[in-house]
């Protein structure tokens, strides 16, 4: 009876290893749907302007691990904006995974920069964080882009991972840390909140 245990036992922990390891480091490129507020409090608002078709847009990804530290950059196909512009958010974030399920499910926690481009139809300038672009440097880009918190669930199936995240903007940036009142802003929702739905593939 006993042996008979043992080996049942054995037999579970066996199927229950993935049949694929998960690779020491990996470069990932996924697409994802993404649904993006603006201005808005608490989770009522939020959900309210789902069926807003100018809500939903598209976001391309890339993504370098190594281990269980990920390093990400995430562009959303830009909006139509007031007078023909368009808008770009391009989000760099550094997070890690917390496995659930060892090579199967994590969890995914970390931040990062939310940095906005404006492009207009007419000859004015790009606009980098609301500033023509021949007047910003990539120290202001470092120090003024808002700071977000992204939070995330990802399944692995073999070299695909799919995703659902969501990602807060703050009040605060890497500037105004070290100011007065800088630290209190960071954990204030600035209402640009975003969800979304991703399918990443193994590069290599």
């Not at 470069?27 to 608002?45: F, K």
């Not at 950059?73 to 995974?97: C, H, K, R, T, Y």
């Amino acid at each position: 009876m006993r042996r008979t245990l043992l080996l049942i036992l054995i037999l579970v922990f066996i199927i229950s290893i993935p049949v694929v390891a998960r690779s020491l480091a990996e470069v990932d490129l996924g697409l994802s749907g993404i649904y993006h507020t603006r201005n808005v409090e608490g989770a009522e608002q939020f959900f309210e302007g789902m069926t807003n078709g100018e809500n939903w847009t598209i976001g391309i990804h890339l993504n370098a691990r190594l281990s269980l530290i990920n390093l990400s950059f995430m562009a959303m196909v830009p909006n139509s904006m007031s007078g023909g512009a368009q808008e770009l958010n391009l989000l760099s974030s550094l997070s890690i995974d917390i496995p659930l399920v060892t090579n199967l499910l994590y969890f995914n926690l970390g931040g990062g920069l939310t940095t906005d481009f404006v492009f207009s139809d007419e000859e004015s300038e790009t606009l980098i964080l609301g500033r023509p672009i021949g007047e910003i440097t990539f120290k202001n880009v470092l120090l003024d882009s808002p700071i977000h918190f992204k939070y995330g669930l990802d399944l692995l199936i073999g070299s695909a991972k799919i995703g659902l995240f969501y990602l807060i903007d703050s009040r605060s940036s890497l500037g105004l840390l070290g100011e007065a009142g800088g630290w209190s802003k960071l954990f204030s929702s600035a209402g640009n909140n975003k969800l979304g739905l991703k399918l990443e593939l193994a590069l290599f």
